[in-house]
């Protein structure tokens, strides 16, 4: 994918969609196509905060891949990180985080993160993720699975969901120690497990704790969610996540907008919100707090606005005092018994 300016004569790189939902990789240029072709090519069918829409099917994302970078043992906290394979088939992924000194006699309480970005954009492995995580895991001493998940346009809602949970269930298959990660073996308590996410990620997480409280996680106690600034529907984006999953229920559809059946079975014993003062999913964020204090489920919900701040904001400086306190906040969270 390529942003910017670019003269009539280079190639322009764009995603094409054949039958609503394969994706490829191709090049137009002016050399090969007809004046009336390239008219037609560029006409736009819609247009969302993240990508536009050509009438042909094309996709065109506004912003380029997120850069990756390897796993390290990270120099200021000293917490190191390994990568593991997790479905060939889908391409599922993810990275463990593990901090400086861990006991090897005393178990440590897990996370398992999902990265935001709109559905489309970013990694677990792009470095805002990575140094949050690192500073997570420091700050809270927990170890940490941050799962790669796949994103439209290659791969369409719902994958983002499903991908997701078999990260979460592979997670839970080290549950009784003899699972094919050690660090998970040796480290994780699985009677002290925790989920979270940002935006896009804290939506996921929403809909994963919807299903370990409907099916079950087995050996697994997940304890709480932490969703930051969280997507759910009440915005002008409704309209791109509708698109962006082909097979959605409407308005209604329940990974969109919770249902208050779902919230009342969340398969957590206490979660945490955190909204921003300027962030346009503030609302969202609310109401969520508001249904699921009304909606009959036996847990505790706490909520934390972030006053002054825009969408996630604690990403672009984790040094800042309000990203600082936001990582404390998490893991007093984690650590509150």
């Not at 506004?62 to 060939?88: C, L, M, N, Q, Y």
């Not at 979660?271 to 249904?291: C, I, M, Q, T």
Request: a negative charge; charged letters at 20%; aromatic letters at 12%.
């Amino acid at each position: 994918m390529w942003v910017g300016n670019c003269p009539s004569s280079c190639f322009r790189p764009v995603f094409s969609l054949y039958k609503n939902t394969r994706f490829a990789f191709t090049s137009l240029t002016p050399k090969t196509s007809s004046l009336r072709q390239m008219e037609s090519d560029s006409e736009v069918s819609h247009e969302f905060r993240f990508f536009r829409v050509y009438k042909d099917g094309r996709v065109h994302l506004f912003k380029p891949p997120a850069e990756k970078f390897p796993p390290s043992d990270d120099p200021t906290t000293g917490v190191r990180s390994k990568d593991v394979h997790i479905s060939p088939d889908t391409g599922v992924s993810a990275r463990i985080f593990l901090p400086k000194t861990p006991s090897p006699t005393q178990k440590l309480p897990l996370l398992f993160y999902v990265h935001g970005g709109g559905f489309s954009m970013l990694s677990a492995f792009a470095r805002p993720y990575i140094n949050l995580l690192n500073s997570i895991v420091s700050e809270a001493n927990i170890i940490a699975v941050s799962v790669e998940y796949g994103l439209f346009p290659d791969r369409p809602i719902p994958a983002c969901y499903e991908d997701s949970w078999a990260a979460l269930q592979w997670v839970a298959s080290h549950a009784s120690g003899d699972g094919p990660e050690p660090w998970l073996n040796d480290y994780a308590d699985f009677n002290r497990v925790f989920i979270a996410g940002d935006s896009a990620g804290g939506n996921i997480s929403h809909t994963l704790a919807v299903r370990v409280g409907s099916i079950g996680l087995t050996g697994v106690r997940v304890v709480g969610v932490v969703l930051v600034h969280p997507y759910f529907g009440g915005t002008d984006d409704d309209k791109m996540w509708l698109y962006m999953c082909p097979t959605n229920g409407g308005l209604e559809d329940p990974r969109m907008k919770p249902a208050a059946e779902d919230l009342a079975r969340l398969g957590c014993e206490k979660v945490l919100v955190f909204v921003a003062e300027k962030d346009h999913l503030r609302e969202v964020g609310w109401n969520y707090y508001e249904e699921l204090k009304k909606s009959g489920w036996k847990g505790t919900v706490e909520i934390v606005e972030n006053h002054g701040e825009e969408h996630c904001f604690h990403l672009h400086d984790l040094s800042y005092e309000k990203s600082v306190d936001l990582i404390k906040q998490i893991a007093s969270f984690i650590n509150r018994e």
